[in-house]
């Protein structure tokens, strides 16, 4: 059975920081890569970070550059979102997603671009 689970979420004041987690059963995540979207409230789910297969290359949406780091275990079968200097604007449920597909052309902007999804994580950024 093919899962994406992920984890980590939870309140935090404006400031802080957040490890989420992603965690891979039933395939192997070293053959995919891993993106993260969020959805706040109201709003469409946006994409705000990717790493890549094998050369494990990072991508960053600018509302999240320089704050977030995308990392991956693949000997835990485990992706990983980190967050520091969290804003309010950044609460919201993050879902992780797994693609086999290898693109030059920025597709993993997008959502069909993956296979697999997580069922999401809520984030809450409050003081």
């Known amino acids: 059975d093919v899962q994406l689970q992920a984890s980590g979420g939870g309140w935090v004041q404006p400031g802080g920081a957040l490890r989420l987690s992603c965690a891979a059963s039933?395939?192997?995540?070293?053959?995919?890569?891993i993106g993260w979207f969020r959805q706040a409230p109201g709003k469409e789910r946006e994409w705000i970070s990717c790493?890549?297969?094998?050369?494990?290359?990072?991508y960053y949406a600018d509302s999240v550059k320089g704050r977030f780091t995308i990392s991956r275990e693949d000997a835990k079968n485990t992706a990983y979102l980190h967050m520091n200097s969290l804003k309010p604007e950044d609460a919201a449920v993050y879902y992780c997603?797994?693609?086999?597909?290898?693109?030059?052309?920025?597709?993993?902007?997008?959502?069909?671009?993956?296979?697999?999804w997580g069922q999401g994580t809520l984030v809450t950024v409050s003081s």
């Open positions: 997603a797994a693609s086999p597909r290898r693109d030059s052309a920025r597709n993993w902007r997008r959502q069909w671009w993956y296979d697999y």
């Open positions: 039933g395939f192997s995540l070293d053959d995919y890569a």
């Open positions: 790493i890549t297969q094998s050369d494990s290359n990072t």
